[in-house]
């Protein structure tokens, strides 16, 4: 599947600063959609990004989180968990068709429209340089972390 070609995106983040990322460059960038604040599987992903967070920031990368929660959802997270890096609130799922993370799911028998899990990394020239599709979160964080690794 061909990626597409993102150039910048800019959305409301926890701590009151807007997000945008063409004001990253001279860092890799790693942005992680997950489809829920509070759900175990959104949750444990969170948890693996926020434990490894030192080691991305030694390998000169800052993470973001998007899901579709708003700015309240999410500050009442990142703060439960301890999150060391934003999470952006895409409530009218403009950035998520922007990277095609929107899917019809499965869930208990009914199609629903969600947020396919996906992770994308940007190099510090703001090129897009990785992604992963529909995965799944435990272990996830460690392996983008060897891939930024490598850059």
């Excluded at 929660?69 to 409530?91: I, M, N, R």
Aim: proline content about 5%; aromatic content about 12%.
């Amino acid at each position: 599947m061909n990626e597409p070609d993102i150039q910048d995106f800019e959305l409301p983040a926890t701590g009151g600063t807007p997000f945008r990322l063409s004001g990253q460059r001279g860092k890799n960038v790693v942005v992680y959609f997950y489809p829920k604040d509070n759900t175990s599987g959104c949750t444990l992903e969170g948890q693996e990004f926020r434990d490894l967070y030192p080691e991305f920031t030694r390998a000169n990368t800052i993470v973001v989180g998007v899901s579709r929660d708003g700015l309240k959802s999410h500050e009442g997270f990142k703060a439960e968990h301890g999150f060391p890096f934003q999470l952006l609130a895409d409530t009218d799922e403009k950035v998520c068709e922007l990277f095609g993370v929107m899917k019809l799911k499965n869930m208990y028998g009914k199609q629903v429209r969600g947020v396919e899990r996906s992770t994308f990394v940007f190099d510090v020239n703001g090129k897009l340089v990785k992604s992963w599709r529909g995965l799944k979160a435990p272990g996830h964080a460690a392996e983008v972390l060897g891939f930024v690794q490598g850059l």
